[in-house]
């Protein structure tokens, strides 16, 4: 069982920037963990997903406007936004994924989530 709990959400003018924290407790060192958002009426997209030796991968739609960046106990990954737009208006999910999957941006193969955070971005 893995616990996640994310925070940092919030609303912001285009152009500002959020960071948004996910916490994990349980068994997580089993699990890579990863960032979604979900728009209303919409499957989950991945957003931002850790792979194995630190690897991580990035969605088109926000390479070069966020980042993450993740503990060394692993128990912690953070999702750095900056530029936001309108269109990243979204709740904003962390999940954990098995190992032998790590690094996947299918949602349907991750096994736990968070509750979900919401960010709003004006313009």
């Known amino acids: 069982q893995v616990q996640l709990v994310e925070s940092g959400g919030g609303s912001v003018q285009a152009g500002g920037s959020l960071r948004l924290s996910c916490q994990a407790s349980g068994d997580y060192l089993k699990y890579c963990l990863g960032w979604f958002r979900q728009f209303p009426g919409k499957e989950r997209e991945g957003v931002a997903v850790?792979?194995?030796?630190?690897?991580?991968t990035y969605a088109l739609s926000v390479q070069g406007r966020f980042s993450i960046s993740q503990d060394p106990a692993r128990n912690n990954l953070n999702l750095q936004m900056a530029d936001l737009k309108p269109e990243d208006t979204a709740i904003y999910y962390c999940?954990?994924?098995?190992?032998?999957?790590?690094?996947?941006?299918?949602?349907?193969?991750?096994?736990?989530w968070g509750q979900g955070t919401q960010v709003t971005v004006s313009s």
């Open positions: 850790t792979g194995t030796s630190g690897r991580t």
């Open positions: 999940a954990a994924i098995r190992e032998a999957f790590c690094g996947s941006m299918n949602q349907g193969l991750y096994n736990y």
